[in-house]
């Protein structure tokens, strides 16, 4: 977390298998519009300026390349991370399985320390049949939120939060839990979030550090469009 004489600076960085939504997930979130066209391998950096209980943020998104090839570069975007997004796509079962074999791994061995959200992608294909064809003839089915949420407590992410990029639904959510992972205590439960509901699967042991941040979902305010900075420069 970079400290700035104005706005304070929070590194989001997303992380998880190639193709499986992660570049929609940040353009959808950054431009407020899902990316009809062209949808490039990595999303640019950008920010967007977020304001929590009146004080003012710039919320950096960082992507990241999933592909094997990348294995030695994705690393060097880990340093600075206040907070990871390791995704899969509910309808791709492999890349629910490599988040426990591989993403898990690799940011115990570089952000040990790093709090992190498992986020399920493209819950609009949950139902397609197209994809459900494809599925059943490699006798598989989509992904269960109570999978995700088993997973995300048996790997000690922060919450399991599920969206699409498409349509947008939940999509806010997983950004505003990702800055409520940042701001608060390091010791914390796991929670189950389903579009704008949350589900405690255990008391919370250590209270909030400023009852704001208890209604953040309504407490948050984005501005209109993402904004280009020298985010990069400023955390190093």
């Known amino acids: 977390m970079a400290h ?5 600076m929070l590194k989001c960085v997303v992380v998880g298998d190639g193709a499986v939504g992660k570049t ?12 009809e066209e062209y949808v490039p391998t990595v999303f640019d950096h950008y920010a967007v300026s977020v304001t929590v209980g009146g004080k003012q ?16 570069l994705r690393p060097l975007s880990y340093p600075m991370t206040d907070v990871f997004l390791i995704c899969f796509s509910v309808v791709n079962p492999a890349s629910f399985q490599n988040v426990k074999e591989e993403w898990v791994p690799e940011l115990k061995e570089y952000a040990p320390n790093v709090p992190f959200l498992l986020v399920g992608t493209q819950i609009d294909l949950r139902d397609d049949p197209k994809t459900l064809a494809r599925l059943n003839d490699m006798k598989e089915k989509p992904v269960s939120v109570e999978q995700g949420q088993k997973l995300a407590k048996e790997i000690g992410a922060y919450c399991y939060v599920e969206c699409s990029a498409l349509t947008q639904k939940g999509l806010k959510t997983v950004f505003d839990e990702a800055i409520i992972a940042i701001l608060t205590p390091k010791k914390h439960t796991v929670k189950k979030r389903i579009g704008s509901r949350c589900i405690n699967c255990c008391l919370i042991t250590e209270e909030w550090p400023n009852q704001e941040l208890t209604s953040l979902s309504s407490d948050v305010a984005y501005s209109t469009s993402p904004l280009h900075t020298a985010f990069d420069e400023s955390l190093n």
């Open 4 to 8: 700035g004489s104005a706005a304070v």
């Open 24 to 35: 929609c997930l940040l353009m959808s979130y950054a431009n407020d519009a899902f990316p």
């Open 57 to 72: 943020y710039l919320l950096g998104l960082y992507d990241t390349a999933g592909q094997e090839d990348y294995d030695r």
